[in-house]
């Protein structure tokens, strides 16, 4: 399977644009995901069949410790299939409050010499609303964990001032909590890619936020999204006040917005295009990890994220600190079996 992805389907499918093969992906993803003869045939070629690695995590059972990170599915098309892929849940999203164009295509650019992707997406989404009724008619798999991950809504039109923006978080939380649908939800305070900016990755902005959110009678686990190219004064800042408003955990973290880390910064785009994903995040999001458990100890469950690329760099992300993985570049440069090899990896490591 590794080899067919790699030496047939890979080369065909990166001669098309990314935006066209995402599409492609989720439209394909969806439609299998349908019926369940096609859901056991991608779980004959990728699923994760080996023993028990299930976790709980704040009280939730993933039925693997790795999740497809928020962005590639936004209006939770892919729910019925993921689970076929070794993945244990995926978070949806970003998600806004009204639906959202995102920005101006092309949404993605590959570097391929780079390992990553130029993300411009601009949390194009259909709105809560329609994820609400999407998720309500959509059946579940067991131990298939839905997160939702929150964001503000990208418009032009947006008011730019702090109080619309946390209005924005809170309509989404509220309605989605009220709904029962998702099983834990992420803030994601840091999307490089939005007209109104990162408003929230200020202590002071975030504590205008977090106070509001926890005002919201809410029984599920509620984590934030973290920046990754702020100084580790700012991170432990937001964490302290992550941890004043009883937040769970921390998702760390999102896009790298420095084109000058990456190894072949003439590949970039001469103007800033978006956030990249990918190897240029991998560093840094690992570094921040360990720097948290190291200050934070368990008190923050810990997403970790940026740059799986191999079941080497997912075990690395463990070792950092990190409870469960996410990721979504890695999936699409090494191909749909990755997952179902990270898992065979850790289930070596948890036999030891
Ligand atoms: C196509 C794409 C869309 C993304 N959109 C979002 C998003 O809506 N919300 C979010 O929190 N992160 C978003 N991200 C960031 C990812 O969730 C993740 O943090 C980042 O890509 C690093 O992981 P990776 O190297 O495994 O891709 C997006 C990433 C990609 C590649």
Same mark, same amino acid.
């Given at each position: 399977m590794d080899t067919l992805y790699r030496r047939l389907l890979k080369p065909l499918l990166f001669k098309l644009s990314p935006d066209r093969v995402h599409d492609l992906f989720t439209l394909i993803g969806e439609t299998a995901g349908r019926t369940g003869p096609m859901r056991w045939l991608f779980g004959r070629a990728y699923g994760y069949r080996g023993r028990d690695i299930s976790k709980t995590v704040d009280g939730i059972r993933y039925r693997t410790p790795i999740l497809l990170s928020a962005g590639f599915d936004p209006d939770g098309r892919l729910t019925r299939i993921l689970p076929a892929l070794s993945f244990g849940g995926e978070e949806i999203g970003?998600?806004?409050?009204f639906p959202c164009e995102g920005n101006?295509?092309?949404?993605l650019t590959r570097l391929i010499r780079n390992k990553c992707i130029v993300v411009y997406?601009?949390?194009?989404n259909d709105g809560v609303d329609a994820l609400i009724a999407k998720l309500r008619r959509t059946p579940r798999t067991k131990d298939f964990v839905l997160g939702i991950s929150i964001a503000r809504t990208n418009s032009?039109?947006?008011?730019?001032d702090i109080e619309s923006g946390v209005r924005d978080y809170v309509e989404s939380f509220k309605k989605l909590n009220e709904a029962g649908v998702g099983d834990y939800y992420t803030l994601?305070?840091?999307?490089?890619?939005?007209?109104?900016?990162?408003?929230?990755?200020t202590p002071e902005n975030l504590g205008r936020l977090l106070p509001r959110i926890r005002e919201v009678s809410c029984e599920k686990p509620v984590y934030l999204k973290m920046p990754?190219?702020?100084p580790w004064e700012q991170f432990a800042q937001l964490l302290d006040m992550a941890d004043k408003n009883a937040i769970q955990g921390v998702v760390i973290g999102n896009l790298n917005k &420095? #084109?000058?880390?990456?190894?072949?910064?003439?590949?970039?785009?001469? &103007? #800033?295009?978006g956030g990249l994903s990918g190897l240029p995040t991998a560093k840094l999001s690992n570094e921040l990890i360990k720097k948290t458990r190291e200050k934070y100890g368990t008190r923050f469950t810990i997403m970790g994220v940026g740059g799986i690329l191999t079941a080497e760099d997912a075990m690395e992300k463990f070792s950092a600190g990190a409870d469960l993985i996410q990721l979504i570049t890695g999936m699409i440069f090494?191909?749909?079996?990755l997952m179902n090899r990270i898992c065979q990896t850790y289930a070596k490591t948890q036999a030891t």
């Open positions: 970003s998600v806004t409050a101006p295509r092309p949404h997406k601009g949390l194009r032009e039109d947006a008011w730019c994601n305070i840091s999307c490089p890619n939005a007209f109104t900016g990162e408003t929230f990755i990754i190219n702020v &420095e #084109y000058g880390d990456l190894t072949y910064p003439e590949d970039a785009p001469h &103007e #800033y295009r090494t191909g749909p079996s």
